[in-house]
C-alpha cells in the first residue's frame, strides 16, 4: 500500500463501506439492478499488493459491507472471488513494459481501453459470483444474467463517475 499511503486507502476504504451501505443498498432503480461500488477498492489497490493482502483486504471489504446489510456472507464471498482473479485479470490485460507501480488502476492512470476491460471483467466476475450465490436456483438462470448485466453497466458507470468527480480531485491536491 505504499504507493498512495496508507491514510488514503484507509480513508477510502471507510468511504467506499459507508457509501455502499448508507447509499447505494437504499437505491433501488429496478429490473433487479443492484449498485455495488466496493468492488472498486479492490481494483484500486496498487499492482504489487501481494495475493494473501489483496484476499485479506477483500475479506475486511467484504465484512464491514455484509454487517452495513445483514447479507450474511454474500458481499464478503464475492468479493473474495474478485480478490482472488484480479491478479490473473490484471496480468492478462498487463502491456509489454509491465505496470508502472507509481500508478494505480483510475481512469485517469491508465489507458481507456485499459480501464474499461479491467473494471468491466472484474465487476462481471463479483456480480455473477454474488447474484448467482444469491440467486442459487437454476430456474432463475435468465435473471440471474439481468441482474449480473444491467448492475455491472449501473455500477461501472457509477464508479467512472466516482473516479472522475473524486479521485481526480484528491490526486490534484
Not at 459507508?18 to 466496493?38: K, R
Not at 454487517?67 to 464475492?78: I, P, Q, R, V, Y
Not at 459470483?129 to 458507470?157: C, G, H, N, P
Request: aromatic residues 20%; charged residues 15%.
Amino acid at each position: 500500500m505504499r504507493n498512495r499511503g496508507i491514510i488514503f486507502y484507509i480513508i477510502l476504504f471507510i468511504l467506499v463501506v459507508l457509501a455502499q451501505g448508507l447509499l447505494f443498498d437504499q437505491i433501488e432503480p429496478g429490473w433487479g439492478i443492484h449498485i455495488m461500488i466496493y468492488p472498486m477498492f479492490i481494483l484500486l489497490l496498487p499492482f504489487d499488493t501481494k495475493p494473501i493482502y489483496l484476499m485479506l483486504y477483500a475479506f475486511l471489504l467484504g465484512l464491514a459491507v455484509d454487517t452495513f446489510t445483514n447479507s450474511f456472507g454474500l458481499h464478503t464471498s464475492s468479493a473474495l472471488v474478485l480478490a482472488y482473479f484480479r491478479p490473473q485479470l490484471y496480468a492478462l490485460l498487463e502491456s509489454r513494459d509491465g505496470y508502472d507501480v507509481g500508478k494505480i488502476a483510475t481512469f485517469s492512470d491508465m489507458k481507456r481501453s485499459w480501464f474499461f476491460r479491467a473494471y468491466g471483467f472484474g465487476l462481471l466476475i463479483h456480480h455473477l459470483f454474488f447474484f448467482t450465490l444469491e440467486m442459487f436456483k437454476f430456474s432463475d438462470f435468465f435473471f440471474i444474467i439481468q441482474k449480473t448485466l444491467l448492475s455491472v453497466i449501473a455500477s461501472f458507470f457509477m464508479i467512472l463517475f466516482i473516479q472522475l468527480i473524486f479521485l481526480n480531485r484528491a490526486e490534484k491536491s
